[in-house]
Nanobody, 122 residues
Framework: QVQLVESGGGLVQPGGSLRLSCAAS????????MGWYRQAPGKQRELVAV????????NYADSVKGRFTLSRANVKNTVYLQMNSLKPEDTAVYYC???????????????WGQGTQVTVSS
């Protein structure tokens, strides 16, 4: 059973920072990509940032470029999303996403975390 466990959400003032973490656990053979999506009230879920399996390539949404940084932790199968210069429009539920091949499987499957609320407000 594969799980994605997120942490680090909360309430922060505009201009502040938060760091989200996501750890994948369970019977994992390989992770192809890992990253974050977000969904604001009344809006569709959108990509925030995704890191490829090598860790060499990261794609960011235009709205977060220069403010957010996605990185792979030294701890295996864990990524961090450092969010700086936060704006009210960054308020959303943030979901970790990973493309994982489980042990004994022949294909990759997308897994989602439970979501963590980020609220940017004064």
């Amino acid at each position: 059973q594969v799980q994605l466990v997120e942490s680090g959400g909360g309430l922060v003032q505009p201009g502040g920072s938060l760091r989200l973490s996501c750890a994948a656990s369970g019977s994992i053979f390989s992770i192809n990509a890992m990253g974050w999506y977000r969904q604001a009230p009344g809006k569709q879920r959108e990509l925030v940032a995704v890191l490829d399996s090598s860790g060499a390539s990261t794609n960011y949404a235009d709205s977060v470029k220069g403010r957010f940084t996605l990185s792979r932790a030294n701890v295996k199968n864990t990524v961090y999303l450092q969010m700086n210069s936060l704006k009210p429009e960054d308020t959303a539920v943030y979901y970790c996403n990973a493309d994982i091949m489980g042990s004994g499987s022949d294909y990759y499957t997308y897994f989602w975390g439970q979501g963590t609320q980020v609220t940017v407000s004064s």
